[in-house]
């Protein structure tokens, strides 16, 4: 089975440009989550979707940064304008439910993330 | 909110020897994972371990949820299992957060 699949893997821009993500979960997941990874901040919690419909936004750093779920197998995260400060690596992930009552909690599953250098 | 620490910060060990990584948690939790960020940037998959013992060949893992920890044991460590080793809890109300991580070196 496929896994998390990510694109680009690797995305060098300029600052002011705008940058778009992209990620196709596990099929079958109905939680899809976007983090970002950075050497100061570790992994951090972005925005998450459930059944195509953001959940969480509150890890947004700012109004540059935007998140669509237009289907249940894709999603983007869009920054625009871009900034140096924003250059990290992207990962998104995908889950199932996977516990009773509807409490998250299912096994969460990496795509390989895509790396963003902002000049 | 809850806090994830994870210890040591970081470990140096000898090809063959064994290590335990300790993961602490400050409140319940619905569920538990450990990682593996290896040297290319991937995230791996280890253990999905709300409560109980597993074990995947040569790594094993304990989560005792009452006491809010879990425990990470490498036996007959390889220069393979260097990297990054992440836990992370489901919160009770959200979503997954990450500790710090136990940076791994096993010299050959």
């Known amino acids: 089975d496929a896994g998390v699949i990510q694109s680009p893997r690797h995305e060098v821009t300029e600052m002011g440009q705008e940058v778009t993500l992209r990620c196709k979960p596990i099929s079958g997941h109905d939680y899809l989550f976007w983090y970002r990874q950075t050497m100061m901040r570790g992994l951090e919690l972005l925005i998450y979707?459930?059944?195509?419909?953001?959940?969480?936004d509150s890890g947004m750093p700012e109004d540059r940064f935007s998140a669509k779920m237009p289907n249940a197998s894709f999603s983007t995260l869009k920054i625009q304008p871009s900034e140096p400060r924003d250059s990290a690596v992207y990962f998104c992930?995908?889950?199932?439910?996977?516990?009773?009552?509807?409490?998250?909690?299912?096994?969460?599953?990496f795509g390989e993330g895509s790396r963003l250098t902002v000049l | 909110g809850i806090q994830v620490e994870q210890s040591p910060p970081d470990l140096i060990l000898q090809e063959g020897a064994n290590s335990t990584l300790r993961c602490n948690f400050s409140d319940s939790v619905n569920n538990l994972q450990w990682f593996h960020q290896n040297p290319w940037g991937q995230l791996i998959n280890l253990f999905y371990?709300?409560?109980g013992t597993k074990q995947n060949g040569r790594l094993s893992a304990t989560t005792v949820a009452t006491e809010r920890y879990s425990l990470l044991y490498i036996s007959s460590s390889q220069t393979t299992d260097s990297g990054v080793y992440f836990c992370a809890v489901w919160r009770s109300q959200g979503n997954l957060i990450f500790g710090k991580g136990t940076k791994l070196s096993v010299k050959p």
């Open positions: 979707f459930n059944n195509n419909v953001p959940i969480d």
């Open positions: 992930a995908s889950s199932e439910l996977g516990l009773a009552g509807g409490r998250l909690g299912g096994e969460l599953f």
């Open positions: 371990i709300p409560s």
